[in-house]
């Protein structure tokens, strides 16, 4: 197991090519795994850094959408605010994406005790409701929501 001054190190040296490793079909098996290791704040905020601006980007790529829900499997919902309101944003779009779906149902089960993003989700899944059902992957979103949420 690594400790954090090599954890430090290795955040420090992929840096600026954190996207494309985790585009890469070998890289985001290492990205997935480093960040499961990832349990101080302040490296959890290092790497939500590493993606700002790039969130849809990673959630639509067949590899990189596996980072993506391994942070929001890993990184407790008050730390990611502002990759939650990107996801929150954008959710028709991610909807509509057979990678993007993923993030969503991710997304659903990981906040599905926090009543403020509950019902956020629920008036954007309101607003969009008949094209993201008619979507052959939205409505496996629907069906879900349903599921985690009674």
């Known amino acids: 197991m690594a400790d954090i001054e090599q954890l430090k190190f290795i955040l420090s040296h992929i840096q600026n090519d954190f996207i494309e490793i985790a585009k890469n079909c070998s890289g985001t098996h290492v990205l997935q795994l480093l ?10 905020q290092l790497l939500l850094s590493f993606i700002v601006g790039h969130e849809i980007e990673l959630a639509f790529d067949i590899n990189s959408t596996h980072v993506l ?21 954008n ?11 993923c993030v969503v149902k991710t997304f659903i089960f990981y906040n599905k005790e926090v009543n403020q993003i509950r019902l956020i989700l629920k008036e954007k899944f309101k607003e969009n409701f008949m094209e993201i059902c008619q979507s052959p992957f939205g409505n496996y979103a629907i069906q879900y929501l349903f599921e985690q949420w009674d």
């Open 35 to 44: 960040i499961s290791l990832l349990n101080r704040y302040e490296d959890q």
């Open 69 to 89: 829900q391994k942070i929001i499997e890993i990184i407790q919902e008050d730390n990611r605010q502002n990759l939650n309101q990107v996801i929150i944003n």
């Open 91 to 101: 959710l028709k779009a991610l909807c509509l994406n057979a990678h993007g779906i």
